[in-house]
C-alpha cells in the first residue's frame, strides 16, 4: 500500500518563512499603535510657553487707592515687564496691596506696598530671612534679605508707606524694580476718598471683586 504525502504548510518550510512572517507581524503592530495614537515621536524641539496672562494693574490701584487710607503708587516698570497679578494681602495685620510682574516670560518680582512697620514689611512671610547687605539707591537706603530655599526681599520705608520686593529674579533686576517703585508717586485720592476709606465694602461689592493673583 504506497504511503500518503503530508505536505507541511508553507510558513513552516523554512526559516526564512518565519522570519519574514515575524517581520510582517511587528510592521503591522508598529501602524496599529502608531494610529492608535499611543506612541509618539519627540524630534527634540522645545515646548512653546504660552502667552503671560495680564492683569489691569492700575486700574485696580486706583479703586484700592480710593479705599484705603494710605498712600498706593502705581509703578511703571519697563518694556518686557508684565503685570499678572494685582492684589490684597496682609502685612502685620494691616491690609496692604502687592503686584506682581513676569519678566522676559522667565524670572518673577512682586511689589507689597503697606502701612506696617517695616519690621513686618521686611518679612512677608514664615520663612526665615537674615538682613545680609544694605543697598543705596539714589539715596534711599534698602534692607536686603536672604535665607535658605526663600525668596529674597529688599525693604525700605518712605515715610508714608513701607515697599518690600520679592523675587525670583537677580540683583540687577532688583535694583531696577526698587528705583521704579520708590520714584512712583501716589495716586490721586478723590476729595470723598478719606471719608469713605474706613466705611468697607457694601451690597454686592466684596472687597476683593475684579482681583487676579
Do not use: H
Not at 524630534?43 to 494710605?70: N, T, W
Not at 536672604?146 to 525668596?151: A, N
Not at 512712583?184 to 465694602?201: D, K, L, M, W, Y
Amino acid at each position: 500500500m504506497a504511503g500518503v504525502r503530508i505536505e507541511k504548510p508553507r510558513v513552516f518550510q523554512s526559516t526564512k518563512d518565519i522570519v519574514m512572517t515575524l517581520v510582517v507581524l511587528l510592521l503591522s503592530m508598529f501602524l496599529v499603535v502608531g494610529f492608535t495614537g499611543l506612541c509618539s515621536v519627540d524630534p527634540g524641539r522645545p515646548e512653546a510657553k504660552g502667552p503671560v496672562r495680564e492683569v489691569e494693574a492700575e486700574s485696580i490701584l486706583k479703586m484700592d487707592a480710593q479705599a484705603l487710607d494710605f498712600p498706593i503708587r502705581y509703578v511703571e516698570m519697563p518694556e518686557g515687564w508684565v503685570p499678572n497679578s494685582q492684589r490684597r494681602t496682609e502685612v502685620g495685620q494691616q491690609i496692604s496691596v502687592l503686584t506682581g510682574w513676569v519678566i522676559d516670560e522667565e524670572m518673577y518680582i512682586s511689589l507689597t506696598q503697606t502701612p506696617a512697620p517695616l519690621d513686618d514689611a521686611k518679612q512677608p512671610d514664615e520663612d526665615y530671612r537674615e538682613q545680609v547687605r544694605e543697598e543705596n539707591i539714589d539715596g534711599q537706603r534698602w534692607i536686603v534679605l536672604e535665607g535658605e530655599d526663600t525668596r529674597p526681599v529688599w525693604a525700605t520705608d518712605l515715610g508714608d508707606v513701607r515697599l518690600a520686593l520679592e523675587g525670583m529674579a537677580n540683583d540687577d533686576l532688583m535694583r531696577t524694580a526698587a528705583e521704579a517703585a520708590q520714584k512712583a508717586q501716589p495716586i490721586e485720592r478723590n476729595a470723598s476718598a478719606g471719608a469713605t476709606s474706613n466705611a468697607g465694602p457694601t451690597g454686592n461689592q466684596p472687597a476683593d471683586e475684579q482681583r487676579s493673583e
